[in-house]
């Protein structure tokens, strides 16, 4: 069997990280078996379905990395084709029509309350005569629902999951407006689109048992059924924005490298032995639902901070300036060619440090930075009346040696000994006045990447900054 899985967000809103591990787990799973993934905008909701949301799905989705196949399909598009079965449905006595008004619907669920029973359509008009209809009340059209046995799911994840059937009463199918239900659609949707597979989060579980009885009624082919935990915060409680339930791009603006949000997001639920780094390839070969766990994951930043710091170390350079070059821009205005070129040849020391990118463009910003370089707190008491004397007296011997981290090294560690004193004595002073921390990649790198004539400008314009 060719497998075919599709992602079906609803476009009220970003994409959340929960959504994009199911996006995830769908494509990897159609990857490794050589098959199909979809997906299908379910903006059936036109209230609250927006263009904007629609657009961060699809940005998001192509920054991650997982392309889709085919065309995507929008649930919108398709309303007449979900009313169509339903009336097919009718036709065959698998539906009815009910003429329940709101009102009798919600004395129904007073009654329940009352009695302390599960809220549920009593089945007033299953099998009463449509003749008996009341004037003027347009009828909604209900599943008639087997009453007896239960409805049994063999769940890739959740394992053999049962519900007795009268647990579960005569679901809508099509409004009283010509509208149809989320679970018709749906069903509708995935048996055209060839859906084999259906791979979402647990909160989906209940709605699994409501579509299989729409499956069986019409004889079609029920998918297989996976269902993943959802992602809990780090103290065991639902998601929050608190705990890192965000958008996508938020991620992305944090300054996270997809490839490290995709390897992250495929551990948070799913493992193969003691592998922590995966690499997009490898989790194609290896990924498949009977690595998925029965309990909900914890969502940690910190471990997703050090996975993405290996990511970053590992990445191009050149990839990783344009990065960098980008945010910096919004801050500083345009970056010329020699200011890239100093990011250029400093990244491997600036990126050994950083854990994003956002760090990274940070720790990076002094390579680019027009003079007079402004210095921090930090700087501004290194470079008290000791540091700028020890500056002063280093000038001369910067000016005339040659420009290359060793021998620059070399000349102010000969210095240093010769006032006997330890190289950091001078060493930190230099750092503060040419980059204008305390913080930075090893000085002498960063004095040979910004060349004699900016690093002796810098060190001048410290020294004319003294109070």
Known sequence: MSVVVRFAPSPTGFLHIGGARTALFNWLFARHHKGVYRLRIEDTDRARSTKQAVDAILDGLAWLGLDWDGEVVFQSQRLERHAEVARQLLAEGRAYYCYCTPEELEEQRERARAAGKPIRYEGTWRDRDPREAPAGVKPAIRLKAPQEGETVIQDHVQGEVRVANAQLD?????????????????????????????????????????????????????????????????????????????????????????????????????????????????????????????????????????????????????????????????????????????????????????????????????????????????????LGSEGRAALLSLMPHLAKVEWSAATLEAEVRREAESRGVKLGALAQPLRAAVTGSKVSPPIFEVMAILGRDETLGRIEDALRSAP
């Open 170 to 382: 005569d679901l809508i199918i099509l409004r009283a407006d010509g509208t149809p239900t989320y679970n018709l659609s749906v069903v509708v949707d995935d048996h055209d689109m060839g859906i084999t597979h259906v791979i979402r989060g647990d909160d989906h579980l209940t709605n699994a048992f409501r579509q299989t009885q729409i499956y069986r009624a019409l004889e079609w082919d029920v998918p297989e059924f996976a269902h993943v935990p959802l992602i809990h915060g780090p103290d065991g409680a639902k998601l929050s924005k608190r705990h890192g339930a965000l958008g996508v791009d938020a991620y992305r603006e944090m300054g996270y490298l997809p490839e490290a949000l995709r390897n992250y997001l495929l551990r948070l639920g799913w493992g193969h032995g003691d592998a922590e780094i995966i690499s997009t390839e490898q989790a194609i070969e290896w990924f498949d639902l009977s690595g998925i766990g029965r309990a909900p994951s914890r969502f940690d930043f910190a471990k997703l901070d050090n996975l993405n710091g290996h990511y970053l170390r590992q990445a191009d350079d050149e990839r990783l300036v344009a990065l960098v070059v980008e945010r910096l821009e919004a801050e500083l205005g345009p970056i010329g060619p020699e200011g890239r070129s100093r990011l250029l040849q400093g990244m491997a020391g600036l990126k050994a440090r950083a854990k994003t990118v956002a760090e990274l463009a940070a720790s990076a910003r002094f390579y680019v930075r027009p003079r007079p370089v402004p210095l921090d707190e930090a700087a501004e008491q290194l």
